[in-house]
C-alpha cells in the first residue's frame, strides 16, 4: 500500500475522569482504506473514533491527520480539518424536528460563513437542494427530501445522516455503531451500501462495530479492542478464530469482578 | 410552610371575620352580583351627554388598546428574551477541548463572564414587577404610552429570556455536538440545532407568556393608560359594578380564546 | 439525454416542494400574531416616537442626577455614615414590617390557593372525574362531564382576572383594614392556575396502578387517596413552589391598592415625591423576590431529587 497516510496514532491514551478508556493505541490508515473497531462495550471504540477527528483530547501520544500533528495547531485550524472529515455518531446527531434536506445541508455549515448559512437555513439555493437530491437518490430515499426528520424510520435516517457526509464532501467517514439502531437485514444492507460509498467516492471509512459476522463478511481490515488495548490489527482473513474468540470472552467481568 | 403560614396569620391579625363585608361593603356586594348577571350594555349614568361614543364601542376600545399594549410590549419582550435567552444559554459554547490553555481562547474567559453578566440582568429584570417599571417610568418620563409598553417588555423580557436559556439548555445535545465535530462554528450550532429544536416549546411558552402579558396590561390601566383597568377603576368609584362586568367580561373573553387558541396548537404541532 | 434527466428533476423537486407536509393552522397563527405586533407598534397608540422628546429627557435627567439620588447625599456627595443612617431608618421605621407583612401575604395566600384548588383539581381531571375511573378513552356520562365543565370553568374565570383587579374589587367590598383583600385575590387567582396545573397532574398520571385499584373494588375516593394523591404530591408541590415565588411578587405590588405591604410604602413615597424612597423599597421588594425565588428553586430541586 503506498497511498499516503489518512491518520497516523503513536501511542495515544485517552481519559475520562481518571478512568482510563484507551491505552497506548497505535495505529495507521491509509487514504482510501475502510477499517472496522470491533469488541465490545466499553472497549475504547468510540473513543478512537474521537480522537481521529480530534474532537476527544489523548492524555498521552501524538494524533496526525493527514499529516498534520493536531498538537502543533490551533483551534480554527483542527476545525478545517473536520470539514474533511463526514461524522456518523451512534445517536446520528440529525435534528428532529426540521427537514431532511435542512439536516443534509448542515453537512456544509464548516465550509460557509455564518452569514451564508443563516441565509440558506431560511431558503436553501435551488443548485445546492438539487445536489441534496441527488445524493438522496443514490441512497434511495429522494421522496423524503422535504419530510420532518423524525417522521422517518430508523433505517432512513441511518441514510440521511449518510447523506450528510457525502453532502460534506468529506474525503473520511468516520461512524460510530451505524448499524445498532437496525434490524438484521436492514443492518446488512446499509453496511453494504456504506462500504460500497465509500469505494465509489474514494474515501477513508472508519467504523466501530460489535457485530462480528457482519464485519468480516464486509470489511476488509479489522482492529479488535478490549478494554482500551489493541488485540490484534491485521487484514480479516489473517485473523484466528481464536483471536476473535478472546474478544469476546468474559474474561474483562471478571476483572472487574 | 405550615407554620409560616400560621405565623403570618398571627402577624397579619386576620380573623375570619375580615372576610365579611365592611360597613358598607353590603350594599356593594349586592350591586356587585347584580352586576356579574346584568353586565351593562349602555351607561349606567342617568345623564349622558350626546355626542358621547357608545358603551360597547368604549369596551371595544379598551379591548383594542389592551391588545395592543399587550402586543408591543410582548414584541419587545420577544426581541430582549431571544437575545438575552442566547446569552444566557451554554449548550451552544465551543467545545475546544485542545489546547486549553490558549490565551487567544476567547471562549475560556470572555464567555463565562459575559455569562454572569447577562444571568445578573436577567434576574434584575425579572425581579421588579411591571407595575413597578410602570411607576419608575411614570416618575421619571411621565405618562407615555411607550414606557408602558416598557414596563411590560423589561420584566417579560427577563422572564422569556430565563425560560428561553434554559429550554436551549435543556435541548438535546447529540446533534449540535455532531455539528460541531464536522467543523461548525458556535453560532451556526446554534441556529441549525439548538434553536430549531428548543423552538416549538418557546413557542408555546411564549404564547402563555402572551395571556399574561394580556392581564399585565388591563392592569396598566389603573396608571392611566387607556386600557381595561383604567375604565374598571373609573366605573367602579362611580360605583357602577354592571360597567365594571361588562369590561372584566370583554377581558374574559379575550383570555378564553387566547387560551382555547393555544391549547389548540399545542395539541395539534407540539405533542405529535 | 442528460438534459431531460435533469428536467426531471427539477420538476421531481418542485412536486416534492408542493406536497411537503406543512401546518397552515400553525403558519396562519403566527403570521396573525406577528401581524398585529407589527399593526400594534404603527397604529399610533404607541407612542414611541415622542417617547424621548427634550422635555422628557430633562425629566428623565433630573430624575436620575437628582430625584432618585438618597436624600443626605444629595447635597454633600456620598458619605458612607448618613447613607447608612438613612437606609437604617427607613428600613426599620416601615421596611421590615412591610416586608414581614408581604412574605406573609404571599405564605397565608399561596396556602389558601392550594387549599381551593386541590378541591377543585380532582373534578376537573378528565380520567378520575368519569363514570369508570381510569379507563382509556371513557367520557363519562353527562353529569360528570357537567361537573368537569363547571370546575375547569371556574378555574378559568378565576385565572382570568389580572390579581390587581381582584384586590381593587375586594377592596371596595371588604374594606382596607386588614390584609384580607390581597390575600383573596391572590388566593383565588393562583387556586385557578394551581388548579389547571394539578389536574393536568393528574391526566398525565401512569393509569394502570389506578387501574388496578379500581378493579380490586376501591372506590373513587379511595382511589384518589391511595393511588392519586401520593403520586401526585411531588408534582404538587412543585407547582406551589413555583407560584409562591410569583405570589411574593404580586403580594408586595398590591400594596398599591392601600394594603400594608411593600407597595404600600412606594406607592406612599411616590405620591410624595419622594422618588430615592420609592427606589429602597423597591429594591427592598426585588431582594425579597430574589430570595423567594433561590429558595423556591432549592425546594423544586430537592423535591425533583427525591
Same mark, same amino acid.
Given at each position: ?162 447523506? $450528510? ?22 443492518? $446488512? ?44 490489527? $491485521? ?23 | ?45 342617568? *345623564? ?21 399594549? =399587550? ?37 475560556? *474567559? ?12 436577567? =434576574? ?23 414606557? =408602558? ?25 447529540? =446533534? ?31 404564547? *402563555? #407568556? ?22 374598571? #377603576? ?32 399545542? #395539541? ?5 | ?306
Amino acid at each position: 500500500m503506498d497511498a499516503p497516510k489518512a491518520f497516523e496514532l503513536r501511542n495515544v491514551g485517552v481519559r475520562f475522569d481518571g478512568f482510563p478508556a484507551l491505552l497506548g493505541l497505535n495505529l495507521e490508515v491509509r487514504r482510501g482504506e475502510c477499517l472496522a473497531f470491533v469488541g465490545p462495550s466499553g472497549s475504547g471504540k468510540t473513543s478512537a473514533l474521537g480522537v481521529l477527528n480530534g474532537m476527544v483530547p489523548p492524555a498521552t501520544g501524538s494524533v496526525r491527520i493527514r499529516e498534520v500533528d493536531l498538537s502543533s495547531i490551533g483551534v480554527s485550524a483542527i476545525r478545517k480539518l473536520r470539514v474533511e472529515i463526514g461524522v456518523i455518531p451512534q445517536d446520528l446527531g440529525l435534528v428532529p424536528n426540521v427537514r431532511v434536506y435542512q439536516n443534509v445541508m448542515a453537512g456544509r455549515l464548516g465550509r460557509q460563513s455564518f452569514i451564508g448559512s443563516l441565509r440558506r437555513l431560511i431558503r436553501a439555493p435551488r443548485r445546492e437542494l438539487q445536489e441534496v437530491m441527488h445524493f438522496l437518490k443514490r441512497l434511495g430515499i429522494e421522496n423524503k427530501i422535504f419530510q420532518r426528520t423524525d417522521s422517518l424510520s430508523g433505517g432512513e435516517r441511518q441514510r440521511v445522516a449518510i447523506a $450528510r457526509s457525502l453532502y460534506q464532501g468529506a474525503n473520511t467517514i468516520l461512524a460510530d455503531e451505524p448499524l445498532s439502531a437496525l434490524d438484521p437485514a436492514r443492518a $446488512r444492507e446499509t453496511l453494504a451500501l456504506l462500504v460500497d460509498i465509500a469505494r465509489e467516492n474514494h474515501m477513508t471509512l472508519v467504523l466501530s462495530m460489535h457485530d462480528l459476522a457482519l464485519a468480516r463478511e464486509f470489511i476488509p481490515r479489522l482492529v479488535g479492542l478490549k478494554n482500551g488495548a489493541v488485540l490484534f490489527d $491485521r487484514a480479516t482473513g489473517d485473523i484466528s478464530p481464536e483471536e476473535f474468540e478472546e474478544l469476546y470472552n468474559l474474561e474483562s467481568k471478571e476483572r472487574h469482578g | 410552610m405550615g407554620l409560616a403560614a400560621v405565623a403570618s396569620w398571627f402577624l397579619l391579625d386576620l380573623h375570619w371575620s375580615g372576610l365579611l363585608p365592611a360597613a358598607e361593603g353590603d350594599s356593594i356586594l349586592r350591586l356587585f352580583f347584580q352586576g356579574a348577571v346584568s353586565p351593562a350594555l349602555d351607561y349606567e349614568a342617568d *345623564y349622558v351627554p350626546k355626542g358621547t361614543t357608545p358603551f360597547l364601542w368604549k369596551v371595544a376600545e379598551a379591548a383594542r388598546t389592551t391588545l395592543i399594549f =399587550a402586543a408591543g410590549g410582548m414584541s419587545l419582550a420577544l426581541v430582549f428574551g431571544f437575545v438575552l435567552g442566547f446569552l444566557g444559554a451554554t449548550s451552544w459554547w465551543p467545545r475546544e477541548t485542545h489546547r486549553r490553555s490558549d490565551w487567544r481562547c476567547l471562549s475560556c *474567559y470572555l464567555l463565562p463572564v459575559m455569562y454572569s453578566v447577562v444571568r445578573l440582568l436577567i =434576574a434584575s429584570m425579572r425581579s421588579i414587577h411591571e407595575l413597578l417599571w410602570a411607576l419608575f417610568f411614570l416618575a421619571a418620563l411621565g405618562l407615555n404610552s411607550f414606557a =408602558a409598553v416598557l414596563a411590560i417588555a423589561i420584566p417579560y423580557g427577563g422572564t422569556l429570556a430565563k425560560v428561553f436559556s434554559e429550554m436551549l439548555d435543556e435541548a438535546p445535545r447529540e =446533534a449540535a455536538q455532531s455539528l460541531r465535530s464536522i467543523g461548525a462554528g458556535p453560532l451556526q450550532v446554534f441556529f441549525w440545532s439548538l434553536l430549531p429544536q428548543a423552538l416549538p416549546d418557546a413557542c408555546t411558552y411564549t404564547f *402563555y #407568556r402572551f395571556e399574561c402579558a394580556v392581564r399585565s396590561s388591563a392592569v396598566l390601566g389603573f396608571f392611566g393608560y387607556p386600557t381595561f383597568g383604567y375604565y374598571i #377603576r373609573l366605573s367602579s368609584e362611580n360605583v357602577h359594578y354592571r360597567e365594571v362586568w361588562a369590561y372584566l367580561y370583554a377581558l374574559f373573553a379575550i383570555v378564553f380564546v387566547l387560551e382555547f387558541w393555544s391549547s389548540f396548537l399545542r #395539541r395539534k404541532v407540539v405533542m405529535r | 439525454m442528460t438534459a431531460t434527466a435533469s428536467h426531471n428533476e427539477v420538476g421531481q423537486l418542485d412536486q416534492l416542494w408542493r406536497c411537503r407536509p406543512r401546518s397552515r393552522l400553525l403558519r396562519g397563527s403566527i403570521a396573525a400574531l406577528a401581524g398585529f405586533a407589527i399593526y400594534a407598534w404603527l397604529c399610533g397608540e404607541i407612542e414611541w416616537r415622542s417617547f424621548l422628546t427634550a422635555r422628557r429627557m430633562d425629566n428623565l435627567q433630573r430624575f436620575l442626577n437628582f430625584e432618585i439620588v438618597p436624600f443626605p447625599l444629595r447635597e454633600q456627595g456620598f458619605e458612607p455614615g448618613a447613607f447608612w443612617d438613612w437606609m437604617a431608618a427607613l428600613f426599620f421605621e416601615h421596611g421590615f414590617e412591610a416586608v414581614l407583612a408581604t412574605l406573609g401575604i404571599a405564605v397565608l395566600s399561596i396556602v389558601l390557593a392550594a387549599t381551593i384548588a386541590g378541591v377543585l383539581a380532582p373534578f376537573a381531571a378528565s380520567n378520575l372525574a368519569t363514570d369508570r375511573p381510569f379507563h382509556a378513552d371513557d367520557k363519562g356520562s353527562r353529569p360528570w362531564l357537567a361537573l368537569r365543565l363547571a370546575s375547569r370553568t371556574t378555574m378559568i374565570v378565576l385565572r382570568a382576572i389580572p390579581e390587581y383587579v381582584l384586590a381593587f374589587l375586594f377592596l371596595a367590598i371588604l374594606g382596607p383594614d386588614t390584609a384580607w383583600p390581597a390575600i383573596a385575590a391572590l388566593a383565588l387567582h393562583n387556586a385557578g392556575i394551581l388548579g389547571r396545573l394539578e389536574a393536568e397532574t393528574i391526566e398525565n398520571l401512569d393509569p394502570r396502578p389506578l387501574r388496578a385499584l379500581h378493579a380490586i373494588g376501591a372506590s373513587r375516593t379511595k382511589i384518589f387517596v391511595a393511588g392519586v394523591f401520593p403520586q401526585a404530591m411531588g408534582r404538587y408541590l412543585l407547582y406551589f413552589f413555583y407560584r409562591f415565588e410569583t405570589c411574593v411578587r404580586e403580594a408586595s405590588v398590591l400594596g398599591i391598592l392601600g394594603i400594608v405591604s411593600l407597595g404600600y410604602w412606594i406607592e406612599e413615597a411616590r405620591a410624595k415625591h419622594y422618588y430615592d424612597e420609592m427606589f429602597f423599597f423597591v429594591a427592598l421588594g426585588a431582594l425579597i423576590v430574589i430570595a423567594a425565588d433561590f429558595l423556591s428553586a432549592g425546594a423544586r430541586r430537592y423535591i425533583r431529587r427525591g
